[in-house]
């Protein structure tokens, strides 16, 4: 009798240990920064160190023919800033767009049947279903928290052939300023400018 508050307590324990999955992980190698040669160490924007825990931030890769060309780690207070920038009927028209692909239902599916292998998170594009692998230009985007890659909805990909069908859903106000973005923090040659000016740059 006195043993079983003790054998319950156990298989508690054992419960919990089998039950919690933990959603994240180091940053892979896929997200780390091509120019600095390792994960992202500062806010593109603004400097700020991002590596200590509790410094969430977002990272945007893309790649053309497989080449990265265009990545920067944006801290929350700068995309807060970029997005009161933004006309707000772009930002609802983006938001109720997304909202159609359940981004946080795929997470959890993706969670149940993956874990944290971050392969199939990026293995597809979200909007068109197609595979990611073989496309000309694509986009990655995650969702980290100091030195770790946190699973919440992202991390996702989004091919580029995606471009026009989101680019309908910005005004011009905000297609400029995106626009302006590009230009601000990256020299890029003409011919990569059109991939990447067309493609879907903040989420």
């Known amino acids: 009798m006195s043993d079983e508050p003790g054998n319950q307590k156990d298989d508690y324990n054992e419960m919990q240990e089998f ?3 933990p959603n994240f992980i180091p940053l892979p190698v896929v ?18 160190l991002l590596l200590e825990d509790g410094n969430p931030y977002l990272i945007h890769k893309a790649f053309h023919r497989g080449e990265v060309i ?14 009161e920038e933004l006309s707000a009927e772009s930002l609802e028209r983006i938001n109720s767009y997304m909202d159609q692909y359940h981004i946080e239902k795929r997470g959890e599916s993706l969670m149940k049947d993956h874990g944290t292998d971050v392969g199939p998170w990026i293995s597809h594009c979200l909007i068109s279903g197609k595979p990611i692998e073989g496309e000309d230009e694509y986009h990655y985007y995650a969702f980290c928290d100091g030195s770790d890659l946190v699973f919440n909805g992202l991390p996702m990909a989004l091919a580029g052939g995606v471009d026009e069908e989101l680019n309908e859903l ?19 040659p003409p011919e990569l400018r059109k991939p990447i000016k067309g493609g879907p740059i903040l989420i």
């Open 170 to 188: 910005l005004s011009k106000q905000t297609r400029d300023r995106l626009d302006g973005f590009v230009d601000e923090q990256f020299g890029l």
């Open 31 to 48: 997200f780390h920064s091509f120019t600095e040669e390792g994960p992202f160490t500062k806010c593109t924007i603004c400097n700020e």
């Open 70 to 83: 265009f990545e920067y780690a944006m801290c929350l207070l700068c995309r807060s800033k970029m997005q």
């Open 19 to 21: 039950d919690f999955v």
